[in-house]
């Protein structure tokens, strides 16, 4: 495909503006901009097709089956969307007077009762804008806690060794010191190995559950009575949720503060990478340590972003949450362990599951067994399936095993869709063993083979030079 | 009651059946009793599509559309084009995941590549990255960047957005490092207060252009002590004005940044927005987020994939400079899509016209008894009046449609843009003077 | 995978060259092999402080980084800026691209001759 800028000619553009109708203000030349920036200059036409093109080449969940691990890719709907692009909701100035933002307001306040209600959680802000983002500012509730106390001597905080890369990222950029347990062998905390590390050097811990390998850590409240005992906080890293959310509350489980990822439990849409919504809520005691905007609220607090937050994700969630209500929500948690049950019974008998048993609402399959008879890697399996119009799960993650693929397939799926991903998976398992030259050079029928990743970061091209 | 799960109740127990279960409360056999919800949830019934859409355009009622916005202060309500909605609401660019797969997403890491390179162009930098959260969180993560282990002290202009200082000063709370303000001298950054502030322990200087009163900072010649101090200079820029205005690159910035709402975003009380973020390639490798880079595929043809992972948290976890994954790419595909359907000229018409909107306003409401300008300087959309009876004029235009300037300081912090007509500036000095009269 | 038989090493896969007082410290054969690829280093600056068995930089492929750890203690008195635009002359050539050259060394961890750290290698792979 042609870039945008390969397709430029000078002088043409779209007719978007009337005439300035004021006289026109001279800026002074010290600050005056010395060239004309090279962006595109197009007919309306021209940028129509464009990005239609671009859009022909990229796979939503809307479109096609999307089994990406621990991303829940659910179907996003289009209600919500629409509710998300009404002008009472898109018009609205942050910064208006009070009176005029009662919608908004009641909106942010009724999904916040709601998801408090999901979470067992007392209190919530909507402001941090991603997954991370939450992390972020629910570890930074713990250090405010701490501090708050005067109790200085915590600077641990504890992440198991399966945990998203997000984790450890997030303590340290809270100025914490990171101690990786090891897990168990079915993937959940080695309680040995927990108790070996809290101390009064101990901040909190951070935990999703169920875990990354999808599977319920039966000795949740002992993890987290263990490290309330140390006197540290527990911190839920919500990416999971969508197995438990109306069937178990991370409130009741012991955790003090939780994310939730609105862009995947609440079936907003990713956009290609974001915009997400990270909402934090936390027990009341962390409540008064809540982020707020310098310029909209009380001055004094913590911020993480400005304004209130991603306010059109929260619509979205709250359209979503309003039509699921209170059967809704558990049978869509219910639905998607289901469903991820049975994909991982029907794969079974030729990839291998890493853990054989009841799983949560995902599964990884560790292909270290099937590479060393065929030498086709979990990679070359990814990357056949795309030549089914399927994406391809989660590629080796968790760390803790080797060859994994972690597949989601979430609710919204059909049972013929799994009954279809489960026959395509049986087939690249038999082609394994025929045709494993084949399956090293998949993608077939893609847009483009496999991608030179080693020159693209060797001699970075991060940005089109005119030739 | 609404439901979006697909399978009938007998489809539910066939695969119940396969797995070898009896009912859903096997599927949460480690779940311990004592924690398994034995109650519904506090939550309203499921709802049909048609009663949630009474519901939210309900709450969307209640909120106040105006027909002019002379507000700013972070939030600018400028003209989006209809293509520019339009776009970013196809299906598949709608709810694709972050491009992993890059045999599957070439159309997203393509839209991206002509982001940055369009970033680039605007700030006159080399490099961008795939965009963050905003504007205040890209000067964060700017301010982050810039520390070493011998240099960790940030200093932020005093004369930049509230929300944007107390989020340095929250993730500078993170790390554990200070953050210093610095003064402000007639509505702009106190530049003999800058010099004497720079001691060897600074990393970056943090100055927004136009600053929080839309005056035009003296950007260029404080690059110079900011760097014969050793430390790094971060302008933080408004993208519109950058149609017209100095590029952060020829003022000596070392990283540009700035909040991309403007660029065909709505206002939606306040996301979701647009962090950009560019730098020289001298620091490329420290740039947080995604990157998007160009290389080659098995056959030798242009193929686009995620760049330079190995500085990000899944590779590098507790040593990456920072945690972010999920970023704004919907919204940078909405700025590309805008600065396309603008081109070079329409950007710089925007800016144009909005600088001379904002003059015009400010030109008019000056001849108004008592209304003064409380700093003089050359300013791009926004400017600060000290005025009598600030509230009644407010609460006089708000009554015609009209969201007047921000109360800010004592004064009242006004923003117009071209997507005001003259006829509107008019009506709005009318009523202000009917007010004053 | 070859192994010099003139260069001491470090159970941690660096190798080092002693030229009179200054330390040459590169890395092994076998590491570039099992690192697959480099795409990047992150090198010290000259003037920094190094500590045996500590990290003093790290090399990055394209889905993993591995941090060098230094087997000296010593001031970094040269780094081979060359590496930052050609990593890939690590994989070319362990044993001619060295990384950095440490001077006041005051302290030197365990090393292995080539025969032993073969051995070490072995029980490894």
Known sequence: MKLIFEKSVPGRRCAILPACDVPKVELPADLQRETAPLLPEMSETDVSRHYTELNQHVHGVNCGFYPLGSCTMKYNPRIDEEMASLPGFTGIHPLAPKGAVEGCEEVIETAKRYLCEITGMADMTFQPAAGAHGEFTGVLLIKQYHDSRNDKNRTKIIVPDSAHGTNPATAAMCGYQVVNIPSAPNGCVDLDALKAVLGPDTAGLMLTNPNTVGIFDENILEITRLVHEAGGLCYYDGANLNAVMGVVRPGDMGFDCVHLNLHKTFATPHGGGGPGAGAVGCKAFLAPFLPHSALMEEPGHIQVRGFRGNFLVVVRALAYLLTLGREGVPEAAQNAVLNANYLMACIKGTFTPAFDRICMHEFVLDLSEFKKATGVSALDVAKSLIDYGMHPPTMYFPLIVHEALMLEPTETESKETLDWAAEVFRALYELGYKDPAFMHAAPHNAQIGRPDEVKAARNPIVRYVKA | ?437 | MTINPDLKYSKSHEWVRMDGDVAVIGISDFAQDALGDLVFVNLPQVGDDVTAGEAFGDVESVKAVSDLMSPVTGVVCEINEELLDAPENLNNDPYGAWIIKVENVTDTEELLDAAAYEAHCAAEA
């Open chain 2, 1 to 437: 009651m609404g439901s979006y799960v697909p399978s009938t109740q007998e489809q539910r127990q066939e695969m119940l059946q396969a797995i070898g279960l009896k009912d859903f409360r096997d599927l949460y056999r480690d779940v311990p009793e004592s924690m398994y919800l034995d109650h519904p949830l506090d939550l309203p019934e499921g709802q049909s599509e048609l009663e949630v859409s009474r519901a939210l355009n309900g709450m969307a009622r209640k909120n106040k559309v105006y027909d002019a916005v002379l507000r700013g202060a972070g939030a600018y309500d400028h003209y989006i084009p209809s293509i520019v909605k339009y776009i970013p609401a196809k299906e598949e660019f709608l709810t694709a995941y972050t491009p992993y797969q890059a045999e599957m997403s070439q159309g997203v890491l393509q839209s991206i590549f002509e982001y940055q390179t369009e970033i680039c162009e605007l700030t006159g930098m080399d490099v961008s990255n795939a965009s963050v959260y905003d504007g205040a969180t890209a000067a964060a993560e700017a301010c982050a960047m810039a520390r070493d282990r011998k240099r960790r002290l940030t200093l932020v202009s005093g004369a930049a957005h509230p929300d944007v200082i107390n989020t340095i000063r929250t993730y500078s709370y993170g790390t554990n490092d200070e953050v210093k303000v610095i003064p402000v001298k007639n509505g702009k950054t106190d530049r003999e207060a800058l010099k004497a502030m720079l001691t060897p322990e600074v990393s970056a200087v943090y100055v927004q252009q136009p600053n929080f009163y839309g005056l035009f900072e003296d950007a260029e010649t404080m690059a110079v002590p900011v760097h014969e101090a050793g430390a790094l200079y971060i302008l933080g820029v408004n993208p519109i004005a950058l149609g017209i205005m100095k590029t952060p690159r020829d003022c000596g910035a070392d990283i540009a940044v700035g909040e991309g709402q403007p660029l065909g975003l709505p206002i939606a009380y306040g996301g979701p927005y647009l962090g950009f973020m560019a730098t020289t390639t001298k620091n490329m490798r420290k740039l947080p987020g995604r990157i998007v880079g160009e290389t080659t595929d098995d056959n030798g043809n242009r193929a686009y994939v995620l760049s330079l992972q190995a500085r990000e948290q899944h590779i590098r976890r507790e040593k990456a400079g920072s945690n972010i994954c999920s970023n704004e790419a919907l919204c940078a595909l909405t700025a590309g899509v805008y600065l396309a359907a603008m081109g070079p000229a329409g950007l710089k018409e925007v800016a144009e016209s909005s600088m001379a909107k904002a003059h015009y306003l400010c030109r008019e409401l000056m001849q108004l008894p008592g209304v003064k300008l409380r700093y003089e300087g050359p300013f791009f959309h926004e400017f600060l009046l000290d005025m009598p009876k600030a509230d009644e004029i407010l609460a006089a235009l708000d009554q015609k449609g009209i969201l007047g300037g921000l109360p800010y300081e004592g004064g009242v912090l006004w923003c117009a843009t071209e997507k005001v007509s003259k006829e509107m500036l008019d009506e709005v000095v009318a009523i202000v003077k009917g007010v004053l009269a």
